[in-house]
């Protein structure tokens, strides 16, 4: 089963139709050339096109004998309480890489991040399949002669080692340069609590309170300023929209000037973090030709928008703020989340204004351009709603899973839980895995957080709690102040033991310690 990455594919087919082979390593159908080239530790795959759009390529390794393992594949974007290890699904699209298990071996497939192409595979009894989309937007790229380097294949099969060990040696494999914080990110974000509706007052008093916890430490916190600080939130008029997360990025009248409020944040020895929506801006002068068709997004092929991108950030840059969550941003491009792309990011009949580029291509730069600025500011960037296969070297946390919550037990399971067990193999590999918040509220009872926040604290990754100021009784106090010790501290990777057999591993080694928790019997069930 490892063999066939040595081999010439089987197989290739662009939009459908099987190209002809010449020589060893290239096919070509028309005007249109696939080159493979063998490299010292992966298979490149070049495209090139002098006037057909190209949309997909695919290519197609035989097995010798049948397949049969079990197989964990990745997620498009965020995940959403859908990963787990499974019987072989034959057909089914596993974006990114893959990872099968038969008998001592561990063999994982997959490619480079920030390929030129959007990569998934397909696996059967019988062989595999790379699914280069190509694509811009959702329609055939145009490359015009010009070379796209559209992925680099990597395989690599590990014995002796546990799939977990070999999860994390893979993620290294494919990512050559890892850009990652330097020392643990903790702190508090105000989303779980507020759910934007706050203020200048309510954030200082969050600033506040996480001094009081965590005046001894010198590692210091973040408190990042989640959605609900900007104009179109709390209008000048008084009206406040619960449904509007976009821009344009100044802040509301609750808010003030947030250069001021990032210094008073800093006057009580915590650094300052901010959340944008970077694609989703109606100030005037933007004119209707840079939004993207049916979603309303910014065009992050156009020259104009990356300018406008580096601005924004330049400004809150500038404002003082040295941790930067940007979000939304494959909502906003592709219409629809990661849970609705069963087969394809792309739904075909549109296009980017510069068709000339893959939406790969286009998305790389869009990311490259945030922290171009943000390295102007010494900011941290967090990616959320983001892919993290094409983010890796370009953010240095990344928001694994969906959405967690302060008000269901259940989301926190899902997108929580599931996430940190089957995505924290990425961590430090290709960057500090965020598998987000514990969302403190009266409605989720603290035994249940209280775990969640142990797991969380002593999983090596960043930490994060949504809680509002003295609300919580003092024992309750007592724990989270542990927890923000212990993730204050660089620690050993968590593993999770029981992860081939549910989608909620309740059996972990922390510290070198097994640790059991108890997630659905807290469920009720």
């Not at 939009?15 to 080159?35: C, H, N, P, Q, S």
């Not at 997108?415 to 430090?428: E, K």
Request: overall charge negative.
């Amino acid at each position: 089963m490892f063999e066939w990455i040595q081999r010439v594919p089987d197989v290739v087919t662009v939009d459908g139709k099987t190209a002809a082979r010449e020589g060893m390593w290239r096919f070509f159908l028309r005007d249109i050339e696939v080159r493979i080239e063998k490299q010292r530790d992966s298979l490149a795959v070049y495209l090139t096109s002098t006037v057909s759009p190209v949309s997909r390529v695919r290519l197609r390794w035989r097995f010798d004998e049948r397949l049969v393992c079990h197989v964990l594949g990745d997620a498009w974007e965020r995940s959403y309480g859908d990963l787990g290890w499974q019987n072989l699904f034959a057909g089914k699209v596993l974006p990114w890489y893959v990872l099968l298990q038969k008998d001592r071996f561990v063999t994982g497939y997959g490619v480079k991040v920030r390929p030129g192409a959007i990569c998934s595979w397909q696996l059967d009894q019988e062989g595999v399949t790379l699914n280069l989309d190509v694509r811009c937007g959702g329609e055939g790229v145009l490359l015009s002669g010009r070379t796209l380097a559209a992925a680099q294949v990597v395989c690599r099969q590990y014995e002796g080692v546990t799939p977990f060990a070999a999860a994390r040696q893979f993620c290294r494999a494919m990512c050559d340069d890892p850009l990652l914080p330097g020392k643990p990110v903790y702190g508090t974000n105000n989303w779980y609590y507020a759910y934007g509706h706050s203020s200048r007052e309510q954030v200082l008093k969050d600033a506040a309170y996480l001094e009081e916890m965590t005046r001894r430490l010198e590692n210091r916190p973040y408190l990042v300023i989640d959605d609900g600080w900007q104009y179109g939130r709390y209008r000048d008029d008084g009206t406040y929209d619960d449904n509007y997360n976009g821009g344009p990025w100044v802040p509301n009248k609750a808010f003030g000037d947030m250069g001021t409020l990032a210094e008073e944040i800093r006057s009580h020895g915590i650094l300052p973090g901010i959340w944008v929506r970077l694609l989703q801006d109606v100030r005037p002068g933007i004119p209707d030709t840079w939004r993207l068709p049916g979603t309303n997004g910014l065009d992050p092929s156009r020259p104009e928008v990356i300018s406008l991108v580096k601005e924004t950030v330049d400004e809150i840059g500038g404002w003082g703020y040295r941790l930067l969550k940007h979000d939304f941003s494959t909502y906003d491009i592709f219409g629809r989340w990661g849970r609705d792309m069963p087969q394809e990011m792309a739904e075909d009949g549109w296009h980017f204004a510069d068709r000339s580029r893959t939406t790969a291509e286009i998305i790389v730069e869009f990311y490259g351009a945030i922290l171009e600025a943000a390295r102007r500011h010494d900011m941290l960037v967090l990616g959320c709603n983001t892919i993290g296969h094409l983010g890796a070297g370009l953010m240095h946390l990344h928001r694994t899973g969906d959405d967690t919550s302060g008000r269901q037990w259940s989301r926190t399971l899902r997108y929580g839980v599931n996430t940190l067990a089957f995505r924290i193999c990425q961590h430090d590999a290709f960057f500090a895995v965020d598998a987000d918040c514990i969302g403190i509220s009266y409605t989720v009872p603290w035994e249940y957080n209280r775990q969640w926040g142990e797991l969380l604290a002593k999983s090596g990754t960043p930490f994060f709690y949504s809680a509002a100021p003295y609300t919580m009784i003092k024992r309750q106090e007592g724990e989270l102040k542990r927890l923000l010790e212990l993730a204050a501290e660089a620690r050993d990777v968590a593993e999770p033991l029981d992860w081939q057999d549910t989608s909620l591993p309740q059996d972990w080694v922390l510290e070198g310690e097994k640790v059991p928790f108890h997630w659905v019997e807290w469920q009720g069930i």
